[in-house]
């Protein structure tokens, strides 16, 4: 499945980012507040996932470092197209859209096993990185998930990369599944040393390459988009091309490019996004989606973002006398 | 529930209820266990792991079934929590004793609780929804194509309406999603075990009951390379344990094989070490942190004696720490360190979402304040209005009395 190795690109590091586009939870504003104080999820604003931002920046350094091509790989509507072009103008070199009503109502286990397809049909890579989890969701699962399908280790919660050494070039995503934990190359092979924050301390994890790591804001404080990118790619239109833009299209052929038009409607072919559905990265229909996914959503309850919700407590010295005693009770003071 | 030894571990795939080859498992009474996997270190469990036993128990009692505890490690101080496990709670100890699991790692332990899981078929796996829970559980549900929920802070059994079918005992994983803007109850209808990563201090910490008794099932761990399983030696020694760590564990079974191999191997620790830096905020089970209305440097004096006393640490929201006041490792919230400790109490801060994105997912949230349209009484339990340089002192005095009386 993956292409021959290139020699020309050895010990350059092939990267993969994977990113997610998310409502802005963090900043609800008052038009996405319903009457009755829930959260009207349609009306909030969609931002680059924060860690995930994280996790491109270390793979850019990674670049500045040692030299190396950097795919970004998003799974989403087509609307999702807007992080791949924050991606571009931070450095990226290649974007790939998967997008397919196949793929709605994925819960984690069907997200990681299309980003898998994804990755593999992407080619060889080195390193796979991906923010520790997106705001909207916050699971920190489609990262080990995706390892595990990739049949590559993980590190998990890593606050700093402290080495990548590239192997030979000869080294290929593994087939993935239970018993190829990490592949089985005779060639030297590439590592990553990587920090990760755990309780009361940290741990330094050294893996072989392939690798996957997930990445904490604690890393870095990722690169605003560069001017000088910004304008290579001024031309591209924010949009994809016109009739795309509220359903997810059914490509008939296998790598259908989503030309970005510039604004005299002519495709530019500096910046392509490569769009993917399901069948592009040979993945099986019913496991990808709802289909594909163990959990379903039995009940959502909104939590109405009403003031005082607080039990007041008045301040003297029998309140809060009480309080603290009612905090021991609990077992909450000891 | 454990099984002869030397049963094998079935194929690989994923284990769903209507599975002719998964034989009676699936959900409710006479199904599989409820179990929980244990973290340890240097022979100490995680206290998320000894709450989960608490509702594991809960859980077990209202399906009929037993709670099974899978706790790794190697040589003595894993050994030694078995009877501790059982006073918690657990009717079955998985004890996995081996040099190579020493340390957790993503892959070897993987193997092990997924290769547990396809031969005892436990109907529900819980985690505590630490680093290492977080880590472990999503490579064990996606090696058995399972669902898995993550942070939950509730656990029920109930029952499942859709399309017309009535799926009976399900376990209701809940949980806030969408930045603690809904709470879902997700479930699992069609897939065992049904897998939930648990919050840390949301389930009530069982009593320890040392007249509970429990089977450990001591699990034959090998290594691809060749080196020995512990289990024909080591069992005895499991008995030893037994006999002299409490009197609640009584037999001793032994399990099949799990076969570790080189390739599990591919990821090893360089260097592990407690937090240096001079706030261990994460690990703080009570935080007590300032803001604008401190006031100055001076005025934080009053919050890191209120944390002196209630043996918590001290939190900052980010204003007070541009203002010069505190140290950067003390910041609360998106830029600065993410906290949910048992209690937190915001002195003077009003609660600008980037803080409380920080520490809205604390068990308890006490909030002292002068202005009663402060944005941090939303997210707070408790509230106090009034001049935190007063409202301090009298915490301080209500808490000393109360600790020496």
């Known amino acids: 499945m993956n292409p021959p190795v290139d020699n020309r690109e050895s ?64 799974m989403g509507p087509p609307a999702a197209v807007g992080v791949l072009r924050e991606s571009l103008f931070r450095g990226a070199d290649e974007v790939i859209l998967l997008t397919d009503k196949a793929f709605a109502g994925a819960d984690t286990l069907a997200t990681s096993y299309a980003l898998a397809q994804a990755v593999k049909k992407a080619g060889a890579f080195d390193l796979v990185l991906c923010g520790r989890q997106a705001i909207d969701g916050d699971t920190a699962q489609v990262g080990p998930q995706t390892a595990e399908k990739l049949g590559v280790p993980q590190i998990t919660c890593v606050s700093r990369i402290d080495e990548v050494v590239a192997g030979d070039g000869a080294v290929s995503a593994a087939a993935g599944g239970d018993d190829t934990a990490a592949g089985d190359d005779v060639a030297p092979r590439g590592r990553v040393v990587a920090t990760r924050s755990v309780e009361g301390g940290f741990e330094t994890l050294e893996s072989s390459l392939p690798a996957l790591l997930t990445v904490t804001s604690e890393a870095n404080d990722p690169r605003p988009p560069s001017v000088k990118l910004a304008m290579v790619y001024k031309d591209i239109a924010a949009e994809a091309l016109p009739g795309y833009d509220d359903t997810y299209l059914d490509p008939e052929g296998d790598e259908a490019q989503v030309c970005m038009l510039d604004r005299g409607g002519r495709p530019v072919c500096r910046a392509k996004v490569v769009q993917w559905d399901h069948a592009a990265i040979d993945a099986e229909r019913d496991l990808v989606g709802l289909r594909g996914s163990p959990t379903r959503v039995k009940e959502i309850e909104s939590v109405v973002l009403a003031q005082s919700e607080a039990r007041m407590v ?13 905090l021991i009770e609990e077992h909450i003071l000891g | 529930m454990a099984d002869a030894p030397g049963q094998t571990t079935p194929p690989a795939g994923p284990i769903t209820v209507t599975d002719p080859a998964a034989g009676r498992v699936g959900h409710g009474p006479g199904a599989g266990d409820v179990w929980v996997f244990v973290e340890q270190r240097d022979g100490v469990a995680a206290e998320v792991s000894l709450e989960l036993l608490g509702r594991a128990r809960e859980l077990a009692d209202r399906l009929g079934v037993k709670v099974g505890a899978v706790v790794a490690g190697a040589g003595a101080p ?64 996606s090696t058995l194509r399972t669902g898995l929920t993550a942070d939950c802070t509730d656990l029920r059994i109930g029952d499942l309406e859709m399309k017309g079918v009535v799926t009976e005992d399900l376990l209701y994983q809940i949980r806030p999603a969408f930045g ?100 261990d905020l994460k690990g703080a089970r009570i935080v007590v942190s300032g803001g604008v209305g401190v006031g100055s440097r001076e005025g934080f004096a009053l919050v890191e004696e209120l944390a002196r006393t209630l043996g918590g640490v001290v939190g900052a929201s980010r204003a007070a720490v541009d203002a010069g006041w505190i140290d950067h490792d003390h910041q609360v919230g998106q830029t600065g360190v993410t906290v949910r400790p048992k209690l937190y109490i915001a002195c003077g801060i009003s609660g600008s979402v980037q803080h409380r994105a920080g520490m809205d997912q604390s068990a308890r949230i006490l909030a002292i304040n002068s202005d009663p349209g402060a944005p941090i009484f939303s997210v707070a339990h408790y509230g106090i209005v009034g001049d935190l340089h007063k409202v301090i002192p009298l915490l301080i005095r209500a808490y000393r009395k109360k600790g020496t009386g």
């Open chain 1, 314 to 326: 008045e301040a003297t010295e029998d309140g809060i006398a009480e309080l603290v005693h009612e």
């Open chain 1, 11 to 74: 010990r350059r590091l092939r990267l993969v980012v994977l990113v997610k586009q998310v409502p802005d939870t963090a900043n609800v504003t008052g038009e996405a507040m319903k009457e009755d104080g829930t959260i009207n999820r349609a009306a909030l604003p969609t931002v680059f996932n924060p860690e995930d931002l994280n996790a491109l920046e270390e793979a850019l350094k990674l670049k500045d470092r040692h030299g190396g091509r950097v795919t970004v790989i998003t």
């Open chain 2, 180 to 279: 603690g803007n809904i709470i879902a109850t997700i479930v699992s209808p069609e897939h065992v075990p049904q897998m939930a990563t648990v919050r840390e201090g949301v389930m009530v910490m069982p009593e320890a009951d040392e007249m509970r008794t429990g089977a450990v099932v001591e699990v034959a761990v090998s290594r691809s390379d060749g080196s020995a399983a512990p289990v024909g030696g080591s069992a005895p020694a499991a008995a030893d344990t037994a006999s002299t760590g409490g009197a609640s564990t009584t037999a001793v079974v032994a399990d099949g094989p799990i076969l570790l191999r080189d390739a599990d191997f591919a990821v090893r620790i360089v260097r592990r070490a407690q937090e240096e830096k001079s706030v």
């Open chain 2, 78 to 141: 894993v050994r030694a929590l078995a009877p501790a496990l059982v006073a918690r709670g657990a009717d079955t100890v998985y004890l996995a004793d081996h040099d190579d699991l020493g340390q957790y790692l993503a892959l070897p332990y993987t193997r092990l609780v997924a290769g547990l899981v396809r031969r005892h078929r436990p109907q529900i796996v819980l985690y505590g929804a630490t680093t290492t829970g977080r880590d472990l559980g999503p490579r064990v549900a």
